[in-house]
C-alpha cells in the first residue's frame, strides 16, 4: 500500500514499512489520533511539532527526511491542538503534510479493525517481520495486510512525471491528492450506507 511522493517545493513525503526504533531520532514527527481524526495544532491547524503521547506507535515513513510514526492519542486532546477529519484539513495541510496523515489514517484504521481473525475469530498478532505490514491470527496463522485501493496504487517518479506535467499542463501532485480525498469520502459514503441498511434490517425484523 503506497502514497505518492510529491516532488518539487513542498516537503515530500516517502512511506515505508519498519520496526519503530526504541529512542526516535532527533526531529522525528509523532502523528496522533483520536479515533479516526488526527490531533493538529490550532489556529492555523498545523501538525505538530512536538512528541505527543501515543500508544502502539506504526511507522508510517518521511517527511521531508524526518522519521514519522503514527499511534493512538494516550489521553486528552492537549491545549492548543484539536482533532480534525482528513476531509477537513485537505485544504489546510501541504499536501505532502496531509498525504502522510492521510497515510497514518489509513495504517491505523487497518491495526484497528484487523484485531481479531475473520476466519476463526482469535486474536492477531503483528507479523514477526517487521518488513511486512501484516496481522497474523495466533490459531489458524491467517495473515490480513492493509487493504490496497485502486486509487492509492499510485508512484510518482520525480524527473518524469514533472517534465510531462510541464508539457501537458496538468499538475499531478493535485491529480493524486483529490484521488486520496475521493478515496476517502467513498470509504465514509459506504460506511453511512452499511449503517443505513443495517438499521433498516433491525427495524424488519421487529416483531
Known sequence: ?????????????????????????????????????????DAPAALPDEALPITTPHLIGTLDGALVVAGALQGEVPEGHRAMDLRGLASALPAAHWAAAAYA????????????CGACGRPTVPAADPAKRAKVCEGCGHEVYPRVSPCTITAIHDGALTARSELSGVNFDAEAIDLVRFQQAYQASSRVVQVARETFQSILEIR
Open 105 to 116: 489514517a489509513q495504517v491505523l484504521h487497518w491495526d484497528r479493525t484487523n484485531r481479531f
Open 1 to 41: 500500500m503506497s502514497l505518492p511522493v510529491f516532488p518539487g517545493p513542498t516537503p515530500a513525503f516517502a512511506p515505508a514499512i519498519g520496526a519503530v526504533p526504541a529512542t526516535l531520532p532527533p526531529g522525528a514527527r509523532v502523528l496522533a489520533f483520536d479515533g479516526a481524526f488526527v490531533v493538529v495544532r
